[in-house]
């Protein structure tokens, strides 16, 4: 017999999370747009301050005892992310302000230098604005070809019609490992092993699942990785892009100035080898400290078990949003993570969450940052509800209580 | 007032009915100035078609667009509210409107105008929805100002 599934503890991780305990317009908060940002523990916002009050000087440059103390923290902190992910060395992780920079980075270090017109970027319908737009400056400017594979009617990718938009012109497969709308979790594996199967490399924009899934960059033999902070439960203003080695080796510079050089002379310059190549400036000291506590607190907590609640609370609000029978769900891929977005009939999503806010519940309606999957989809706006382990099932039929007015006011 | 009022104010019959039962909907055929407006932020679009005459008053006036309650009973409503004015008096009547929605002195509306205006006044409660509500009415200006349309004739 199986051991019993462990209970998840949500009211005691909740008391790490000191913003929850708050109230919007008198009522308790119900925080439901993890998706867009997460809350941060009081560990991260504890641990930047400890550093900032005792230990911090600008890394890599000075001989003195803080600079070198700051340095340690800042590189301890790349180590965590190595581990987070399972990369193979440390110099595979590039901090980056964001998710958006790291794919920015990879679009300019990796791809224009020697893209072709009529060289193909594959990519899906259902990406975030961010894993579109750096590949369409590829397409406005140096003539590359952007070959889109359509989501199922549930959400779901088919791998046979991914496989097939890979031609011997494709120079990249640039695919979400999660929809921030349709919350579909995409066979990352199988797409790299098709894609490999090509002499393909495939980056995968890691922004949501990253937060829902254990990743493994090894076992899934990527190229590109990318991973932002404040949807970890993080800092806003770092991310990361895990690189394999021998790519990164090969990526020019995105960024010039200090620290990413070997030598400057008046007449060339050496750039330093990765990741200091890609991370011109002072870096964000701070916030790579708080990443790295945010990653300690989540590999602290048994992330099996949370994902098991918040699946728990997905399910709840999915069965919840059937019942209503006016809300369309948008994407019910088998296996997806823990958001939900729908359609109202009759309701437009800004007045639903208009409403809703002013019950205390804070969601996300409009277009996603996805307008060609809103395209996909025929709709204008959704709602959407992003959970994460701290929320409860409280919430969720608050929730649902306050679709109920919304519906009562709207009629 | 208590938030339930501030929420029925705001989504008070007349706007929900505005919104479902647009006036002056679709193209007009004979526009001699039209307008587009969008808000990115949350996807609304409005397109706003004018028929100024040798008065340089409007003689007819019609919007299409897709969008929340707010925006579409407010630009249902100025529809309304502008046929048979003067350009000069809708941009008088804007600026009264846009005071009224922010929640400032709106002392510049006449009487008749503050009554029928009255109904979108619950916006200024809620500043994340002002541009809803001012989005056909910033595009009925800039179709007057930049929106003319070229005739052949």
Request: proline fraction near 3%.
């Amino acid at each position: 017999m199986n051991a019993p599934a462990k209970i998840f503890d949500v009211n005691a991780v909740r008391k790490d999370f000191t913003i929850l305990g708050r109230q919007v317009y008198g009522k308790p908060l119900v925080y439901l747009d993890n998706a867009a940002s997460a809350q941060k523990p009081d560990q991260v916002l504890d641990g930047m301050r400890d550093f900032a009050t005792s230990e911090y000087a600008n890394v890599h440059r000075g001989v003195h005892y803080l600079s070198a103390t700051a340095t340690d923290r800042y590189e301890e902190a790349r180590r965590k992310v190595q581990k987070f992910l399972n990369a193979k060395y440390e110099d595979e992780i590039v901090f980056t302000k964001g998710g958006t920079e790291a794919i920015n980075l990879v679009s300019y270090g990796y791809l224009s230098a020697t893209i072709q017109p009529g060289d193909e970027i594959v990519l899906t319908t259902m990406e975030h604005h961010s894993n579109i737009v750096p590949w369409h400056f590829l397409r406005e400017r140096q003539g590359a070809v952007l070959k889109w594979v359509d989501v199922e009617d549930d959400g779901s990718l088919d791998i046979e019609k991914l496989d097939a938009a890979i031609s011997a012109k494709t120079k990249l497969v640039a695919v979400t490992h999660m929809s921030n709308v349709l919350g579909t979790i995409t066979p990352l594996k199988e797409i790299v092993a098709r894609a490999h199967a090509k002499g393909v490399p495939v980056l995968a924009d890691g922004c949501q699942g990253s937060v829902h899934t254990v990743v493994d960059v090894q076992a899934l033999d990527i190229d590109f990785y990318v991973i932002t902070g404040h949807k970890l439960y993080g800092p806003t203003g770092i991310g990361a892009l895990y690189g394999k080695r021998a790519l990164l080796k090969t990526m020019r510079p995105y960024n010039g100035g200090g620290e990413m050089i070997a030598e400057v002379t008046r007449e060339k310059i050496t750039y330093a080898p990765p990741p200091a190549r890609f991370e011109a400036g002072t870096p964000p000291i701070i916030e790579a400290v708080g990443l790295a506590a945010a990653i300690d607190y989540l590999t602290g907590i048994d992330r099996i078990a949370a994902q098991a609640h918040e699946h728990a609370l997905l399910q709840k609000a999915r069965a919840g949003l059937k019942e209503l029978n006016w809300a369309r769900v948008i994407g019910d891929a088998p296996g997806k993570g823990s958001l939900v977005a729908f359609e109202a009939d009759g309701m437009h999503a800004h007045d639903l969450a208009t409403i809703l806010d002013r019950e205390g519940i804070a969601v996300r309606a409009g277009h996603h940052c996805a307008q060609v999957l809103m395209e996909r989809f025929a709709v204008a706006s959704t709602t959407r509800a992003s959970f994460a382990f701290y929320n409860t099932t409280e919430e969720v039929d608050a929730l649902l209580a306050a679709l109920r007015k919304a519906r009562d006011i709207l009629g | 007032m208590t938030m339930d009022d501030s929420l029925r104010e705001l989504y008070q019959e007349v706007i929900l009915d505005h919104s479902r039962h647009p006036r002056h909907f679709g193209v007009l055929a004979d526009a001699t100035h039209m307008g587009e407006g969008h808000n990115p932020l949350c996807g609304d679009k409005v397109k706003i078609y004018l028929h100024v005459d040798a008065h340089d008053k409007i003689s007819g006036i019609s919007f299409e667009g897709k969008g929340c309650a707010i925006s579409q009973a407010s630009a249902s409503l100025m529809t309304e509210m502008l046929e048979g004015r003067t350009v000069a008096e809708a941009e008088q009547l804007m600026g009264g409107f846009l005071h009224l929605v922010k929640g400032e002195d709106a002392s510049d509306l006449g009487e008749d105008d503050r009554d029928r205006l009255d109904v979108m006044a619950g916006v200024s409660a809620f500043p994340m929805r002002v541009k809803c509500a001012t989005l056909a009415w910033h595009t009925m200006k800039s179709a007057l100002e930049d929106g003319g349309i070229a005739k052949s004739e």
